[in-house]
Nanobody, 120 residues
């Protein structure tokens, strides 16, 4: 069983940066596809970025050029560096993982979420 614990959320002004972290335990980290989703109030949970087994990455169009996903296999941690934040980035951000090579929109494991609020 994989456990995921996010950290790094907070309240920032538009244009600022934040880095989210997700510490994983209970599995062989480098065998998992990892990713980040977000859910804004009243909206569905949406895929933001993935770091897949083999090194390929995916970004939602809304965050391309501003967000960067990365992982440190030695620390069993995946990061989401968020730059040039906008009020529309406000959401609860969830870390996710799956044993599949490529993370899908229905991953097996979820973190508890961390709130990101961007003020205008």
């Amino acid at each position: 069983q994989v456990q995921l614990v996010e950290s790094g959320g907070g309240l920032v002004q538009a244009g600022a940066s934040l880095r989210l972290s997700c510490a994983a335990s209970g599995g062989t980290f480098n065998q998992y596809a990892m990713g980040w989703f977000r859910q804004a109030p009243g909206k569905e949970r949406r895929l933001v970025a993935t770091d897949n087994r083999g090194g390929s990455t995916y970004y939602a169009d809304s965050v391309k050029g501003r967000f960067t996903i990365s992982r440190d296999n030695a620390k069993n941690t995946v990061y989401l560096q968020m730059n040039s934040l906008k009020p529309e980035d406000t959401a609860v951000y969830y870390c996710a993982a799956d044993i599949l090579a490529v993370l899908t929109t229905r991953p097996k494991y979820w973190g508890q979420g961390t709130q990101v609020t961007v003020s205008s």
